[in-house]
Structure formats: C-alpha cells, structure tokens
C-alpha cells in the first residue's frame, strides 16, 4: 500500500469528450506529479504540482490541466480526447523536492480508452 | 536523446535464482537520483530502490541491490533469490536536478519467473 489512491480506476471516453482523473497522496505530501503511461512503454511526464501551484511541465499540449487543493489531492482534466491519450494514467506523491523528495510513491493509476 | 535505456526487453529467471536488469543513463549533471520500480500487470508502480549521485555504497532493499557505476552510468538492478510473484515490469528511472520535478523513465524490462 503506497496510501496514494487513483480514481476512477477505469473508464470508456468517445473522443472529442473531457475526463477528469482524480488523486488522493500520500498523507502529508505536498507534490503530486502525473505521468502518462501508453501500452507497452514506460511512464512520460505530464506536470507537477507543488503547494497547489504547477511547478513542472512535460511535453504536453495545454488540452491537459491539472488543479492541486488544500489538502494535497489533485486532478487531471484533459479536454477534446483524442484516440492517443488512451492509457494508463499514473498519480505519483512525494515530500517536496530535492532531497525529501527521493521517496515518490504510485498510485495504482487510471486506465482510460478513449473510442 | 534517450536519458535511461534498458536493453532487455524481457528476460526470463528461473525460481530461487537472481537475475540482473541493466540500466544506463545520460545527464550531465553532478547531482541525480536513480530509481527502480516494479509494475505488476495491474498497473501500480511499486517502488523498489533508489541511488543518489552521492551515495558512495550500492543501495540495498532486502533482495534488491543496485549495482551503480557512476563512471560507466549504469545502474543495474540485481534481484536475489526470485520468487514467482517477481514476474512483472521493471522500469529503471533518473531524476535531475535542478530539474528535479520529474522522473524520467526507461522502456523496462519484463521479467519472467519459472517454477
């Protein structure tokens, strides 16, 4: 148990629809990262989150959001779905950056096909 | 270019038996973080093992040490005495600093463990 918790875990979208990922970190975590996984490849940044401002970005169009709250859960929104964003989508925690931050737990991810 | 390559697609151990996964890596900066995580087919990514820059002694995690040699830039995970519930993805993993909001991620390696 990694105490970091995704839902929905699965999902069907039409494309051109909006979907909304949500995560619940670790207890005490302020930094939530997502990552998007497609099949059979390893996990690509999308963007960070850190005492709910976006402090990282990775190689994604701004169709792909995210909000981080009070209390450290967060989402993520991607808007007008294409066939490609079909994936599996990881939310990771951890305890800051630079050092307290070498500890970066996984949820168990959502998986999300878009038709 | 690439940051993390793993060669082995996949591998297969058998019972009881260690197994080694390879890990290079590209950066040029002095201070990163190396990461090792198992993903089950279920999706969660379970953290295994990390390695700092700095570190001078290979990290160790119960069966799991990591092999690290800075000068070569690998990173190899070694898994002794494997168990059936081994069989998974294995994804090796660099984090670098300044830049350090994110993890960047190698294509795995599947392992496969024989009765």
């Known amino acids: 148990e990694t105490g970091v918790t995704q839902s929905p875990t699965h999902l069907i979208k039409t494309r051109g629809q909006q979907v909304t990922l949500r995560c619940s970190s670790q207890s005490g975590h302020n930094t939530v990262s997502w990552y998007q996984q497609a099949l059979g490849q390893g996990p690509q940044f999308i963007f960070q989150y850190y005492r709910e401002e976006e402090n990282g970005r990775g190689n994604f169009p701004p169709r792909f959001s995210g909000l981080q709250f009070p209390n450290y859960s967060s989402e993520l929104n991607v808007n007008a779905l294409e066939l490609d964003d079909s994936a599996l989508y990881l939310c990771?925690?951890?305890?800051?950056?630079?050092?307290?931050?070498?500890?970066?737990?996984f949820g168990e991810g959502s998986w999300l096909t878009v038709v | 270019a690439q940051k993390i390559t793993q060669t082995q697609p996949g591998m297969f151990v058998q019972e009881k038996e260690a197994v080694t996964l390879d890990c290079t890596y590209d950066t040029s900066d002095p201070s990163y973080g190396l990461f090792w995580y198992k993903q089950p087919s279920s999706g969660e990514m379970i953290f295994l093992i990390y390695?700092?820059?700095?570190?001078?002694q290979n990290a160790t995690e119960g069966r799991y040490s990591l092999n690290f040699q800075k000068a070569r830039k690998s990173a190899n995970l070694v898994i002794s005495a494997s168990q059936l519930g081994d069989s998974a993805m294995y994804f090796c993993a660099m984090r670098e600093a300044p830049v350090d909001y994110k993890l960047s991620f190698g294509a795995g390696t599947t392992v496969t463990v024989r009765a």
């Open positions: 990771a925690s951890s305890l800051g950056t630079g050092e307290n931050g070498n500890t970066i737990y």
């Open positions: 390695q700092g820059s700095y570190d001078q």
